[in-house]
């Protein structure tokens, strides 16, 4: 299924949209070009015999000190009983001046939106396009992203010890 669905993004986008697939034993993952990531949600969505109209989840994972950021979509398709794992990796600096950015999939899939302000706000990916990126769990004036590997507890916040 997973080289099916490459070669239909590759025919219909180019080849530089899909960098490769990794086949796992639970779940294949189709690796994705950042700047074809909307074109190709756009294309699961609404190919017929694909139709992934369900986007579950979004997590990010900190490859530290590599820096490098996967962010990873867990997509399925309802009447098709169908799933794919969709992943874009994201050199960055880890600098908090420069987040890696990716453009944002919540006008595709609405549930995208919550996913988007969570790892926005936990790991500090910014979601290029999203209506109301802000921070979800924290204070708005909160410093850093606490699940980067390389995050370190601040002592206080206004004047009140944490640890």
Same mark, same amino acid.
Request: charged share 25%; aromatic share 12%.
């Given at each position: 299924?997973?080289?099916?669905?490459?070669?239909?993004?590759?025919? /219909? @986008?180019?080849?530089?949209?899909?960098?490769?697939?990794?086949?796992?034993? &639970?779940?294949? !993952?189709? #690796? *994705?070009?950042?700047?074809?990531?909307?074109?190709? /949600? @756009?294309?699961?969505?609404?190919?017929?015999?694909?139709?992934?109209?369900? &986007?579950?989840? !979004?997590? #990010? *994972?900190?490859?530290?000190?590599?820096?490098?950021?996967?962010?990873?979509?867990?997509?399925?398709?309802?009447?098709?009983?169908?799933? &794919?794992?969709?992943?874009?990796?994201?050199?960055?600096?880890?600098?908090?001046?420069?987040?890696?950015?990716?453009?944002?999939?919540?006008?595709?899939?609405?549930?995208?939106?919550?996913?988007?302000?969570e790892a926005f706000d936990l790991m500090g990916v910014y979601f290029?396009?999203?209506?109301?990126?802000?921070?979800?769990?924290?204070?708005?004036?909160?410093?850093?992203?606490?699940?980067?590997?390389?995050?370190?507890?601040?002592?206080?916040?206004?004047?009140?010890?944490?640890?």
């Amino acid at each position: 299924m997973i080289a099916q669905i490459k070669d239909q993004i590759i025919n /219909a @986008l180019g080849e530089g949209a899909v960098i490769r697939t990794d086949e796992q034993p &639970l779940q294949p !993952i189709l #690796v *994705v070009h950042a700047g074809y990531l909307l074109e190709i /949600a @756009l294309f699961l969505r609404d190919t017929e015999g694909l139709y992934f109209d369900f &986007l579950s989840n !979004i997590s #990010v *994972v900190d490859y530290f000190p590599e820096g490098r950021f996967d962010v990873v979509y867990h997509l399925a398709s309802i009447p098709y009983q169908t799933q &794919l794992t969709l992943k874009v990796e994201l050199p960055n600096d880890r600098s908090l001046e420069h987040l890696p950015e990716i453009p944002s999939v919540s006008s595709v899939w609405r549930t995208a939106d919550w996913h988007e302000r969570e790892a926005f706000d936990l790991m500090g990916v910014y979601f290029v396009g999203h209506p109301d990126l802000r921070r979800i769990l924290l204070p708005d004036d909160w410093q850093g992203h606490p699940l980067r590997k390389d995050y370190e507890d601040p002592e206080t916040y206004h004047g009140i010890a944490i640890k």
